[in-house]
């Protein structure tokens, strides 16, 4: 059976199509204790995040994206950041990139959380593909148990970077703002899953 060039064309343009939207992602790649009953997860604290990147300000968006976030979703209630920086100055902690259980236990106690939310941003600012720019993010973000300072949930993720579209049709990509929302939302979404 031989295709007609109308054919050939309509399959083309919906190859296109199909691939347009796409929008450079990596799939998570998340770890989720199985032997926990997330329902005790109540309220918990976000940590100031570790800044891996040269951007000065992209540790403190994305961490009030994370709060942002985690507050429309309606999972838990978040302590305000302003405790949570009054806590670390209490126990005189530096930086909450490496605090050992008995911090996070202790933590816990001080802001009567019952978990803790850890994490960097590795990657954040605009890569260059050919001739287009866009932003891309890469977080990772961690929920430790404060009643045992160990790991609950640890979840890794990229989002941004041009589109199809924006490659080879000049077509607009997503704002930082938007991508940073986005890549926030589902990392999160590892956690309800």
Not at 65 to 88: F, N, R, Y
Not at 126 to 152: R, Y
Request: glycine share 6%; proline share 3%; net charge neutral.
């Amino acid at each position: 059976m031989s295709l007609s060039k109308k054919s050939i064309f309509i399959l083309v343009v919906i190859i296109l199509l199909s691939v347009a939207g796409c929008y450079r992602k990596s799939a998570p790649v998340y770890y989720m204790r199985e032997d926990v009953d997330f329902s005790f997860i109540k309220k918990v604290a976000v940590m100031p995040l570790q800044n891996l990147t040269d951007e000065r300000y992209a540790d403190e968006i994305v961490r009030q994206t994370v709060i942002s976030e985690l507050l429309a979703s309606g999972l838990v209630d978040v302590t305000i950041p302003g405790e949570v920086t009054a806590a670390l100055e209490k126990l005189n902690i530096k930086s909450a990139a490496s605090l050992n259980p008995d911090q996070i236990k202790q933590i816990g106690k001080l802001l009567n959380v019952q978990a803790l939310i850890l994490g960097s941003v590795q990657q954040y600012g605009e890569v260059k593909f050919g001739s287009v720019t866009a932003p891309e993010v890469t977080i990772t973000l961690m929920m430790a148990d404060v009643n045992t300072g160990t790991i609950l949930w640890s979840v890794t993720r990229t989002l941004g970077g041009s589109s199809f579209m924006s490659r080879h049709f000049g077509a607009k990509s997503k704002t930082m703002s938007e991508t940073v929302v986005a890549v926030v939302r589902e990392a999160l979404q590892t956690f309800t899953e």
